[in-house]
């Protein structure tokens, strides 16, 4: 297993959409029923992928609009953005649009996020309701971050979700792990000249 590589993930959307929820039951495996208010909390854990150790930390964020302003602090400290909607809840989606807006203009590098639909486990219960999953792949296309239908209370698509939010920050910084490494490999010749024998870097594969 390679070195250890840091990986910082903040979780954002309006109050009540299950932010920290989906965030226990990734990184301890327990969920809570009911409404958690949270200001911040952060969580740090290792785990392997694709042979990587990756120390992974998520910062749980506050929704509710009294904390816009501490919310706003988190954009350029993290790498990837998880944004969570609730998908009994119609005004979720705009909370979101303009969470993502505030997050693409304070961020210098393009937002690497995922969109959770949370609460899918509504959707067995025959609710009509709900937002549907139609509206949900225009958003995907809108805001360009994959969404996946989730649900803490049944454990549904939140280790994939994170995977495949990894898998995107892991092959970003590849690039420039590899330019080091390139540079690193290069050796002058007799007259000074930087040789062509540098080795490339590799990719990785992403879920579908």
């Not at 990734?26 to 809570?32: A, N």
């Amino acid at each position: 297993m390679s070195d250890t590589q840091a990986i910082k993930i903040g979780m954002f959307g309006g109050g009540g959409v299950g932010k920290t929820c989906i965030t226990l039951r990734y990184l301890k495996g327990e969920f809570t029923e009911g409404y958690i208010p949270t200001i911040e909390d952060e969580f740090t854990k290792v785990v392997e992928i694709d042979g990587k150790a990756i120390s992974l930390g998520v910062i749980d964020t506050a929704g509710q609009d009294d904390f816009a302003e501490m919310r706003y602090s988190y954009y350029s400290k993290v790498q990837g953005f998880v944004f969570v909607m609730d998908i009994s809840n119609q005004q979720s989606i705009d909370d979101l649009k303009t969470i993502y807006n505030d997050a693409s203009d304070a961020s210098e590098d393009k937002v690497i996020g995922v969109i959770a639909a949370n609460k899918a486990d509504l959707r067995d219960e025959g609710r009509t309701d709900l937002v549907s999953k139609e509206e949900c792949s225009k958003l995907e296309k809108e805001l360009g971050c994959k969404v996946f239908e989730t649900s803490a209370k049944a454990n549904l698509n939140i280790d994939e979700l994170f995977l495949y939010l990894v898998r995107q920050l892991v092959k970003r910084n590849a690039p420039a792990a590899s330019k080091t490494s390139d540079k690193s490999s290069k050796k002058p010749d007799e007259s000074g000249n930087a040789g062509d024998n540098a080795s490339g870097g590799g990719g990785c594969c992403l879920i579908a």
